[in-house]
């Protein structure tokens, strides 16, 4: 089977490891001068499926489940050490009415939790601890996925290509490809009309003062953020939800909401240095559930919404299940989800 997979984020190099591992010949276009430099680049990386359950469907549970186990086989150093979710003492009916939306935690007190985390000794009396999550560097992990689709499966990825704009099954019917994967994420808009941009702004601060080993989400009455370790005193912080296409453009309520819900969980972040501001708009759906839709020989992965990582490789799975044996996917295919 000769694969096209339209995209370089992590739709489309996850779609094109789980056709080639199928055996399929696959060629992977680019727009850009490098994978992974569209929204991806500004992800959390937190691989945290029962953190999730708290405000997503089910599914997302479901499809975090089996991408986990996908992303610890896959790429090298993916830390192993769960998902902390704390609250200030006002806000502790929120993180009680977190617990009661999902499961896999256990409760911690302040002493547990100085245990996990030492720099957050005598700060919090109450929290929940996910122990069987995990997490990554997204920008790292993605450059190892094509690295390893390069040289273990001989994948072709033709970087700046022409023609990434537009995916047609009508237009495209002197492509030789038997399949072509449309993993272009808002791009995509040309042919999934119900799509919309979500827009997530993000910092990296840098503090030699304060070690984290896991994510860390802080309950916040407007905008639940989370701490995530990038290694060598780098701390990911995001991120918001904004309902708009403004790509790159940062506000300063959203960067002073922020940085004051880190600095509630340390005041050492005060002190940190900024190191990188972001942002980017991430495609979805009206329910925020992601989709498979095939047209032809064309099949469609988007809709991750913020869930990429946590979503992508078991939806590229599925699409390759399609597109190999007609396995029909009603979870992520029918449009009313909440029937199946």
Known sequence: MRVKVVGGGVAGLTCAHAFARRGAQVTLIERKSATGQGCSWYAGGMLAPWCERESAEPIIAELGLESLAYWREAVPDVPNEGSLVLAQPRDLPDLKRFSRRTEGFDWVDGAQIAALEPDLEGRFDQGLFFPTEAHLEPRKALAALTERLVNEYNV?????????????????????????????????????????????????????????????????????????????GHFMIGATSIENDERGRVTGRSMLELLGAVYALHPAFGEAEIVEIGADVRPAFP????????????????????????AAPALARRAADLAFDGTACPEVMDEDHREW
Do not use: W
Request: proline residues 5%; glycine residues 8%; charged residues 35%.
């Open 287 to 310: 329910d925020n559930i992601p989709r498979l839709r095939r047209r032809g020989r064309t099949i469609y992965v988007n809709g991750l919404y913020r869930h990429g990582f946590l």
């Open 156 to 232: 072709t990825i033709r970087y700046e290509a022409d023609g990434f704009d537009v995916v047609d099954d009508q237009a495209d019917e002197a492509d030789e490809a038997d399949v072509i994967m449309d993993c272009r994420g808002l791009g995509a808009r040309d042919q999934l009309a119900d799509l919309r941009g979500v827009k997530g702004e993000m910092l990296v601060l840098y503090s030699t003062e304060i070690s984290l080993k896991r994510p860390v989400r802080m309950l916040h009455p407007r905008i639940p953020v989370y701490i995530v370790p990038r290694g060598d």
